[in-house]
């Protein structure tokens, strides 16, 4: 994967970390542009790598010799703004695969992360045009994230809230959903709350947040509540 041809090659794992940085930098509300994203420890990319804190120590240092983050140790990790293109190429891959999965081949959303993962490494630039013309050229992937554009930017995001943030009474449409728990994601979906899904927001109580999704009422648990993200209703929907 290289849109830029000067770029040294990059091995996979070394694309993986920067992705991870990127999305652990970008917090709950998901992929940010970098000068909103914050420092990663080490431990917290050691934790989503499944890897000893070491390793991950190695891999930085690399990574800074390449110019593609800031590592300073004991202070975190950020991207360069040559790091962060690299990292919205994986994603672009990523997220046009999940889509193409999901609307061409009759993939489940609770799937397509698996299935992205191996894949987003692997196609060339000329597959990823064409998924992207097939699928329309989408701003969202099936769970609602964005997808970076061709050029690697990310397209303008619909502003939301956390369900758990939101008063009691609010009416809005699901826009995203921050999880890749199958099983969560099975339950949501068998609940109707899918992005584009209308919801109202009933009350907030310790359990959890009670919710209408048409004409059925539910107490969705806490933990699952904080990964809905809602655009609060009257404003502006971006197409998905």
């Not at 921050?178 to 992005?195: E, I």
């Amino acid at each position: 994967m290289n849109k830029n041809a000067s770029r040294t090659p990059l091995s996979e794992a070394q694309e993986d970390y920067l992705k991870q940085v990127l999305l652990l930098g970008s917090g709950s509300e998901g992929t940010g542009r970098l000068e909103d994203t914050h420092p990663v420890s080490t431990q917290s990319l050691a934790d989503q790598m499944q890897v000893r804190p070491a390793s991950v120590t190695g891999m930085l240092k690399k990574l800074a010799e390449l110019g593609l983050v800031e590592y300073e140790a004991y202070r975190g990790v950020r991207l360069t703004r040559a790091g962060y293109k690299v990292a919205l190429e994986v994603l672009r891959h990523h997220r046009l695969i999940e889509a193409y999965l999901h609307q061409a081949l009759g993939y489940g959303w609770e799937e397509v992360h698996a299935e992205a993962e191996k894949l987003e490494h692997h196609i060339s630039e000329a597959f990823e045009a064409r998924i992207a013309e097939w699928l329309g050229h989408p701003a969202y992937d099936p769970h609602g994230d964005l997808i970076p554009s061709a050029a690697l930017e990310l397209p303008p995001a619909t502003p939301n809230r956390c369900l758990r943030a939101l008063e009691e009474g609010t009416r809005g449409l699901v826009a995203r959903v921050a999880t890749q728990d199958q099983d969560a994601l099975n339950l949501l979906a068998h609940l109707g709350l899918k992005p584009g899904a209308p919801l109202q927001l009933l009350e907030q109580v310790a359990e959890g947040s009670r919710i209408q999704v048409g004409s059925q009422r539910y107490l969705l648990p806490a933990s699952l509540a904080q990964v809905l993200w809602i655009q609060l209703e009257g404003e502006h929907h971006a197409h998905r």
